[in-house]
């Protein structure tokens, strides 16, 4: 279920939303988004909690370990300091990667990171969320192929 609106800007698009998901498993997510934070971007965060363990993972680029506590130890734990880092910009470190990864799959040198079936069931989330919000109604994902 999601709800959208565009509250204090003049665009031909929405500048706030909220979409609610239910899990297979039961759980229960929220995603929110704004374009109205004053006086710029706070942050993006990822934020799991959960009964044996909690997860946040922000800063300007979603490339911090903000909170990383579970009720059980694994040694991949100590891994986490490494993972987190603290980007000057808003695109952080992914994107170098990535198209690094683009150059050597054309040059047949990998394999693709990132294929069409990744991509599609992000476009297909966001496309159930602009469905809820126009709708006012559930909207099942994955979404009913015509």
């Known amino acids: 279920m999601a709800k959208t609106a565009t509250l204090a800007r003049r665009i031909e698009t929405e500048d706030t939303g909220v979409a609610v998901l239910r899990f297979r498993s039961g ?8 374009m109205l934070t004053y006086p710029r971007n706070l942050e ?21 370990v903000e909170h990383w506590a579970f009720a059980d130890y694994d040694d991949d734990d100590k891994l986490i300091d490494s993972a987190s880092t603290n980007p000057p910009t808003v695109y952080g470190f992914g994107h170098e ?14 394999k693709a990171e990132t294929d069409g079936r990744a991509g599609r069931k992000s476009l297909e989330l966001i496309l159930g969320i602009y469905e809820s919000a126009k709708t006012g109604r559930d909207v099942p994902i994955p979404l009913a192929r015509h």
């Open 97 to 110: 990667g990535y198209y690094r990864n683009v150059l050597a799959v054309l040059r047949g040198q990998a």
């Open 44 to 64: 993006g965060s990822i934020t799991i909690l959960g009964e044996k363990g909690t997860v946040k993972v922000g800063g300007t680029a979603v490339n911090r």
């Open 27 to 34: 759980a229960i997510g929220v995603i929110e988004v704004t």
